[in-house]
């Protein structure tokens, strides 16, 4: 980052411009560290974990009585979506990008340098929160769109482009990505603020994993304060939660994503008030 991106602008800049371009300035440095690094293994396999084991699935042809047809194995895919990709993958792997995005540097005793710097703290956590969401879309919606092409590319090339461009394949596929992508934002600005907040992050992701995975369980209400009662609802088919679920109206998207903005507005803001007011000890950390 050179001096004139984060010095104080002219006086013909808006600061609104002015702060915009200290995002973007700050993002590139940020989206680098969110791809490279030792804490990120755990990230990459969560990624392509599935699609490792989707491609090593081509290689062991299944008679076609045996696997059905492109509507079977898309069915197969949603609960394979909502049970690993969306309950485990995107939570995990939000938790550990999120979670580090100020804390890793505590830790490395590097942010300080952000501190001391002419940036306003509110523009720095949208900053590194972008660039959290745009390494967490890269991991996991690609994976999940790669997941979808891998499970109908096993019924030939015919029938999966016929499936994709021709039947429902194509719009399952981007909703599929869609709702990853909500993950992202929404598991991204939790873990934000969690990582913000509490020093060991185990104890409050382990509480927030618990809500999340026995959601289904809990009365209507209680469903709606949660992360993945959305999710699910903007999913293509609906998930199959057993006989002891309390089942629940899906929520519309035209709520969902309103709902979500307005959630990770909130959540940002409160990072922002915590960064704000955070003063550096090292010797404490």
Known sequence: MTTSEITAPAQSILPWNFWFRQIVAILRLETKKNFVGKRLIAVYFLSLAPVALFLVALAFPVPKEVLGDPTRGVSFYSVMFQTYILRFAVFFGCMSIF???????TLEKTLHYYLLSPVKREVLVVAKYFSGLVAAVCFFCLSAGLCYALVLARYGQKAMVDFIFNGPGMGQMVSYMAVTLMGCVGYGAVFLLVGLYWRITIIPAGLLLAWETFNFLMPAFLQKISVIHYLQSMCPLPPNLGPLAIITEPT????????FAGMTILVILASAMKVSRMEITYAVD
């Open 252 to 259: 519309s998207a035209w709520v969902s994503i309103p709902g």
């Open 99 to 105: 979670t580090n995005l100020f804390r890793g540097e």
